[in-house]
């Protein structure tokens, strides 16, 4: 391991101004996964920034909308999330184990890298760790990458279980940069991998996520969140499900529905949101949605079974929420 210097930052903007100083200065939170990265050598920084002080911590009802601090800890506790946003109390509930659920952040969470082997070990050559290297994954064992939102420079997925849940809800994220501040939506924070697959977010060096607001939606407290891994805990998802349904008088008003563990990023199935709009909220409309939901699918040649596994996911999740 490199050596690195270390700060304790007390204010956001001492914290962004020592990251943003030096190119090779990083973000500590609650450690979960830099400490990671450090270890593995994904990661090598100049320098650690610990943010863990920063007054980031509250979670607050206003509106009907929530705020949720960047570092709070156990937001899927938080009786006001489980009752206004069920799937982010799942998704937050399905994430790692209970060890790891105790110190870990929201904003860390939705900066996580991903899980992909090759990504992981640096034995093997993989163009988000050192651009340029190539992607071992394309002719490897892909059973765990990416069917939508690849490149022919990066096939990872994200490994986020929030990530999705909150994509679902509409949720953006507040940060505080070099440049200011600004409003981003979770999903537009993630960038495809195209040819520069080490760029995973729109974030400028620096700038930091210091909260997340959910908006007043008719949708988001009939919500579930669907996770299927090889194990029950501690397991990335294979495929994941958040959905989010307005249905009034049997009718589908408006919903969302978001993917995880199938694309570098939460993966939004408008086509599958498009069949059920307007449509009665049958079992015809749910099969056609999950039938939707894999458009545009560019299966690898060992996560083919992927396909499939969305269209039933959809499916099952979409009846499990169906009574709420």
């Not at 939705?110 to 082997?117: A, I, S, V, W």
Request: net charge positive; with cysteine.
């Amino acid at each position: 391991m490199k050596p690195f210097a270390y700060t304790r930052a007390h204010t956001v903007w001492d914290a962004v101004a020592a990251v943003s100083a030096e190119p090779g200065a990083r973000y500590l939170a609650g450690g979960t996964e830099m400490v990671n990265l450090v270890r593995e050598g994904q990661e090598s920084p100049d320098r650690l920034v610990d943010i863990g002080d920063l007054p980031l911590t509250e979670v607050r009802v206003h509106g009907r909308g929530v705020r949720i601090g960047a570092l709070a800890k156990r937001v899927h506790e938080h009786p006001e999330v489980r009752r206004r946003l069920p799937v982010l109390a799942e998704a937050g509930l399905s994430a790692a184990s209970p060890q790891v659920r105790n110190v870990a952040t929201p904003g860390g969470n939705l900066l996580q890298r991903t899980r992909c082997h090759y990504f992981r070990d640096v034995r093997f050559p993989c163009n988000r760790r050192e651009p340029g290297t190539g992607c071992a994954a394309l002719r490897g064992v892909n059973r765990n990458n990416a069917i939508f939102g690849g490149s022919e420079h990066c096939v990872a997925v994200h490994p986020s279980d929030i990530a999705v849940a909150l994509t679902a809800l509409d949720a953006v994220v507040h940060t505080h940069g070099p440049a200011g501040e600004r409003v981003i939506p979770v999903e537009e924070l993630y960038r495809l991998p195209g040819d520069e697959p080490n760029r995973e977010t729109v974030l400028d060096h620096g700038e930091l996520i210091v909260a997340i607001d959910v908006p007043p939606t008719p949708f988001a407290a009939r919500s579930h969140y669907l996770k299927l891994r090889d194990r029950a805990s501690f397991a990335f998802a294979l495929v994941s499900v958040a959905v989010a349904l307005d249905v009034r008088a049997g009718v589908t008003h408006d919903v969302r529905i978001a993917l995880g563990g199938v694309a570098p990023r939460p993966w939004r199935a408008r086509a599958a949101e498009d069949a059920l709009r307007g449509r009665r909220f049958d079992d015809d409309a749910r099969a056609a949605a999950g039938e939707a939901a894999t458009t545009g699918a560019k299966p690898l040649p060992h996560n083919e079974f992927k396909v499939e596994l969305v269209r039933r996911a959809v499916v099952r999740a979409l009846s499990e929420v169906e009574g709420r």
